[in-house]
């Protein structure tokens, strides 16, 4: 039985097991060659190699798919590069068209998906790593067989960590690094090319390094603040209904963001000015408003439940002292304003 490999709140992100992928293999559809761990598609890494490495691996289509990964986020940060042929690609409900050469990389909050919805003719390389991060303020923490001198990992963080862009076109020697990184997993058994795969990993985090070294990189600290990491937090909740009808208690939702209590309410006085208790009765209020008129077949009290209220009476105090309506006044009156 598949388990999740990530998380957030209390949804599933399922896409990294890569059913589509793995079936399309199996029907000779794609070829497929991976390492990994955990979840993650391939033959397994040895136990204690390269820790922190989740996937390093290719695809190789050469006829389009009839599928795609849909929107996944992964434990670690992921470099994708694409050798040859084109492929559509999406990150926080940004559309990419990727050409040959094109690198891509996301960290463990940036939904992404593969596909528009189909995957494309191409080869796809990747490399997924774990650093010790889910959210945007923690710090760093690289493996011990990365052995970029201090000044030059604490570079490459820098440009990870403040700027976000998620597809950059890089150059010959990062194609190289990526092409003879799938001659390692393909010559691999049991391990027998972990070494070769250290060397390999260093080399292309050292191209990497080089290509933002090369390019105008524009920093910015708010990126990886603890504000940022608050205010996806609520984004997030905001714009999913099953979320935010969760039963959020402030000591969960500080956990959830990685930080302290105290620091977690600051955090969100400073956004919005209230407490973190009364912002979310706030988005749940906000939601049950937008769900009164477009969900005409739910009851009231179905509305209430779905938000995270805990009865319909209790919505409907809060209801009408938000906003000077109750409920079914509100879903009646059309000349009510949203």
């Given at each position: ?173 990062l194609r190289r690094c990526f092409q003879h990184l799938a001659q390692a997993v393909d010559r691999d058994v049991a391990g027998s090319q972990v070494s070769r795969l250290a060397v390999l990993l260093n080399e292309l985090f050292l191209s990497i390094l080089e290509i933002f070294r090369g390019r105008k ?122």
């Amino acid at each position: 039985m598949l388990r999740p490999i990530y998380q957030e709140h209390g949804r599933t992100y399922l896409a990294d097991t890569c059913t589509p992928l793995v079936t399309a293999a199996r029907g000779k559809a794609v070829r497929l060659s991976a390492l990994s761990r955990g979840h993650y598609p391939g033959r397994k890494l040895p136990r204690g190699a390269l820790p922190g490495l989740k996937s390093v691996g290719y695809w190789d289509a050469v006829a389009e798919q009839d599928w795609g990964l849909d929107w996944h986020r992964n434990e670690g940060i992921e470099f994708t590069f694409l050798e040859s042929g084109s492929s559509r690609f999406a990150v926080d409900q940004k559309k990419y068209s990727l050409l040959p050469d094109d690198l891509t990389v996301t960290r463990p909050w940036q939904q992404h998906r593969v596909g528009d919805p189909r995957v494309g003719v191409g080869r796809l390389h990747w490399v997924i790593l774990d650093v010790g991060i889910r959210r945007p303020h923690q710090s760093w923490r690289w493996p011990a067989w990365i052995i970029l001198t201090p000044a030059d990992l604490r570079q490459l963080t820098l440009f990870l960590r403040q700027n976000e862009q998620p597809v950059w076109h890089a150059d010959v020697h990062l194609r190289r690094c990526f092409q003879h990184l799938a001659q390692a997993v393909d010559r691999d058994v049991a391990g027998s090319q972990v070494s070769r795969l250290a060397v390999l990993l260093n080399e292309l985090f050292l191209s990497i390094l080089e290509i933002f070294r090369g390019r105008k990189v524009r920093l910015d600290e708010s990126l990886f603040s603890a504000r940022r990491t608050v205010a996806l937090f609520w984004n997030d909740l905001r714009q999913n209904l099953e979320h935010l009808g969760g039963p959020w208690n402030v000591t969960g939702m500080a956990r959830h963001c990685g930080m302290g209590v105290t620091h977690f309410i600051r955090q969100t006085k400073q956004i919005a000015n209230v407490t973190p208790a009364r912002f979310l009765l706030r988005c749940r209020l906000e939601a049950a408003a937008k769900l009164l008129r477009q969900s005409p077949a739910e009851s009231v009290t179905q509305v209430a439940l779905r938000c995270g209220f805990g009865s319909g009476q209790y919505f409907a105090t809060q209801f009408r002292r938000a906003f000077g309506y109750s409920p079914r006044a509100y879903r009646q009156d059309r000349t009510v304003p949203e």
